[in-house]
């Protein structure tokens, strides 16, 4: 979603989009594209395959609190949602979660997660998790990537970035390494005619108040970098900083991480082994097993709060996901 004057909720990060990728068929775009999909023989296949998987959903933020609530009603019949530390205490006992188990996560974790999420869940009874960045609480800061694109879009200039739509710029900033990043993010800001908006952030209180509702907070790390990109010391205080930062604020140590760039990085798996986390989420939008084989290496399926109840059926069983490498593989 586009950051304008007045947004102020989180959305993830764009996606790049394969080039030469097929396009969609008339009436097949990411709205009615469940619809067609949920009809297919594979549907059925698909769902009783993933009936043996563990499903971990991972949204942002909370734009459509009725769609949501659809969405957990929906899992409430067809699934089996599970807590954190159910996750936890299957992988500590080498025991697999039961048939049809689902994890809800939330990446950044914008103020919609407690002021939207929170009372449609606590409604339902079902648990969750919640991964925040953990310079921004207690701030009214924007998250980088909404940051850079109004600033773009408000004149904002860089020596390392490209001209053009936002979408591109944003592109080459997540291939930086990061100290470019911080650098040029530091360029825009200074030549950019206008500041962006505030955006709430969740406070301390925020955090401890998720938790007595069944939604555990994990680890985002500090600033959301690409770690990819990092060098090893800034992997390592990108960590070790939200963990201090998050155990302060929790009164104790938190135990699940999410990767801010979605992909497995061996340099994080080491830190996280040091500090005592057993689980790692990353985005592949794909289904893992009952029993995770890499504790800190958990596959999530992508979705919105806005998603229908149709498409939002073919990505809980994999048919989507799997239709999307297809494609992706073919292109």
């Given at each position: 979603m586009p950051y304008s004057d007045s947004t102020t909720v989180s959305t993830p990060p764009p996606t790049t989009v394969r080039r030469g990728a097929p396009a969609a068929a008339p009436g097949r775009g990411p709205r009615n594209r469940g619809s067609w999909l949920r009809l297919t023989p594979a549907q059925p296949l698909f769902r009783a395959r993933a009936a043996q998987r563990l499903a971990v959903l991972?949204?942002?933020?909370?734009?459509?609190?009725?769609?949501?609530?659809?969405?957990?009603?929906?899992?409430?019949?067809?699934?089996?949602?599970?807590?954190?530390?159910?996750?936890?205490?299957?992988?500590?006992?080498?025991?697999?979660?039961?048939?049809?188990?689902?994890?809800?996560?939330?990446?950044?974790a914008d103020r919609s997660v407690r002021t939207h999420a929170m009372p449609v869940l606590a409604a339902r009874g079902i648990p969750a998790a919640a991964f925040v960045i953990a310079e921004l609480i207690g701030t009214d800061r924007p998250f980088w990537w909404h940051e850079a694109a109004y600033l773009a879009r408000h004149g904002g200039r860089a020596r390392l970035l490209p001209g053009g739509p936002p979408g591109r710029l944003l592109a080459r900033l997540r291939e930086l390494p990061d100290p470019d990043r911080r650098r040029s993010l530091h360029e825009l800001r200074v030549s950019a005619d206008r500041r962006p908006p505030h955006q709430e952030q969740l406070r301390p209180e925020d955090l401890r108040a998720l938790r007595s509702a069944d939604i555990a907070v994990g680890n985002?790390?500090?600033?959301?970098?690409?770690?990819?990109?990092?060098?090893?010391?800034?992997?390592?205080?990108?960590?070790?900083?939200?963990h201090l930062a998050l155990t302060q604020w929790l009164g104790e140590a938190p135990t699940a991480f999410a990767y801010p760039d979605g992909g497995y990085d061996p340099r994080a798996d080491a830190v996280l082994r040091r500090l005592g986390y057993r689980l790692g989420f990353l985005s592949d939008h794909r289904l893992g097993p009952r029993l995770p084989v890499h504790p800190l290496r958990i596959s999530r399926l992508q979705v919105d709060s806005t998603t229908g109840t149709r498409r939002f059926d073919t990505i809980l069983s994999g048919l989507e996901p799997a239709m999307q490498r297809w494609r992706g593989a073919v292109a």
């Open positions: 991972a949204y942002h933020g909370v734009t459509d609190p009725r769609s949501f609530g659809a969405q957990l009603d929906r899992l409430r019949r067809l699934a089996n949602p599970v807590s954190l530390e159910a996750v936890e205490q299957a992988v500590t006992e080498g025991r697999p979660l039961p048939p049809r188990s689902v994890l809800i996560t939330f990446d950044d985002h790390t500090l600033g959301h970098p690409c770690l990819s990109r990092c060098d090893d010391s800034t992997v390592h205080t990108e960590i070790t900083a939200a």
